[in-house]
């Protein structure tokens, strides 16, 4: 039986889910990609892995687009039954994640030009630098990227906890509205 809009077993759409989890992956991967990579010494290995961060940081910067004109076309299930203050949480979770999900590759990007390093997506398209070169501004713009990475970092987790706590606790359906597989 189909479920209800507003019923807990209500599932997001499948483009939902598949652009949550691939957001998912990606940023995971990024951040650990960029924690990796800061502490090697200047090497081709270095080199590679600053593109690929690179690439990735535009790759998620392109998912959020997408996630956020799909969000706005395509509304989700009704909010499950819970007090107003977790779901005033939630709310600014959400609103805090796809801020992030802009402003930490915006910020790199940003970084990137003001280093003279300029970003080739996937070593095919040269994006162009929106910031002069500086390196002062450099300095600045790495430390504001860092940071925004630690929040989004922090935010996924209370994300993650909030929905696992739905799951154990609650035992609400929430998490398996947002769970790959059969409708």
Not at 80 to 102: E, K
């Amino acid at each position: 039986m189909p479920s209800q809009p507003g019923h807990p077993s209500a599932r997001h759409h499948g483009l939902t889910i598949f652009l949550h989890w691939l957001l998912a992956l990606a940023i995971v991967g990024a951040f650990g990609m960029g924690l990796y990579m800061s502490d090697l010494p200047l090497s081709p290995t270095r080199l590679k892995l600053f593109n690929w961060h690179k690439w990735a940081g535009m790759t998620i910067l392109a998912l959020s687009a997408l996630r956020l004109l799909w969000r706005l076309a395509k509304r989700a299930p009704a909010d499950l039954a819970m007090p107003a203050w977790q779901a005033r949480a939630a709310h600014a979770v959400h609103f805090l994640l796809y801020l992030c999900f802009f402003a930490v590759p915006l910020s790199g990007w940003a970084y990137s030009s003001a280093a003279g390093f300029p970003i080739v997506w996937f070593g095919v398209l040269p994006l162009p630098d929106f910031v002069p070169v500086d390196k002062l501004l450099a300095e600045t713009l790495k430390e504001r990227h860092e940071q925004l990475a630690w929040l989004l970092a922090l935010l996924v987790l209370a994300h993650v906890a909030g929905a696992l706590k739905h799951h154990w606790i609650d035992r609400d359906g929430l998490l398996q509205r947002m769970l790959p597989g059969r409708r």
